[in-house]
Structures are given as C-alpha cells and as structure tokens.
C-alpha cells in the first residue's frame, strides 16, 4: 500500500471517528436538554428519563436542530413555561459543549 493509501485511510477513520463523536454528543444533547426542561416542567425523575428520550427520538425527524427545537417549544408552550425562543437555542448552544466536553473525556 503507498503512502497515500495509507494517508486516505487514515483520514477516512478519523472522520469516521469524529462523525461518532459527534452523533454521540447530539444524542447527549439531547438527553440533557430533555432533563432540563423535564426539570422546568416539575416532572419526576422516570417522566423526566422518559421525556428525555422523547427528546433524543425528535432529533431523527429531519437533518439539523430545528426539530429538536420544534419540540422543546411546543411542550414549553404545553406546558405554559414563560420561557423564550432565545433562551431555548442558548441552552441547546450551552449543552452541546458540555455534551462534547463529556464525550470528549469519555474517548
């Protein structure tokens, strides 16, 4: 094998390695974020699990976060929380560093 293929090979498994990590961090994400606002809505420690895996689920609708977002908002509104569209995307912004900070110390 020449250098190359090697070189090609090793690139491939590193982006296959961070495409993991990545996936690995959203579902974390997402569980997080599922907790937090379990927590705001007083849900109780099964229904806040339950909620959060409802979370991690809404991610696979579509490509992006918008449906994540979709989600948190409309059972924000549900829920009657005085909480903002802003303060939503911050805390999914907030998470996703933490979920890869974790992520990231688990690998």
Request: net charge negative; proline share 0%.
């Amino acid at each position: 094998m020449s250098s190359f293929d090697n070189r090609e090979t090793g690139f491939e498994s590193k982006f296959a390695h961070d495409e993991n990590l990545e996936f690995k961090a959203a579902a974390r994400r997402n569980k997080l974020l599922g907790l937090w606002l379990a927590g705001l809505m007083n849900k109780s420690e099964d229904e806040a699990a339950s909620y959060a895996k409802e979370i991690i689920i809404a991610d696979f609708e579509e490509a992006g976060d918008e449906d994540v977002f979709r989600k948190l908002r409309g059972d924000a509104d549900k829920a009657e929380l005085d909480i903002s569209d802003h303060q939503i995307r911050r805390k999914m912004a907030e998470l996703s560093e933490i979920a890869r900070e974790q992520v990231r110390s688990e690998s």
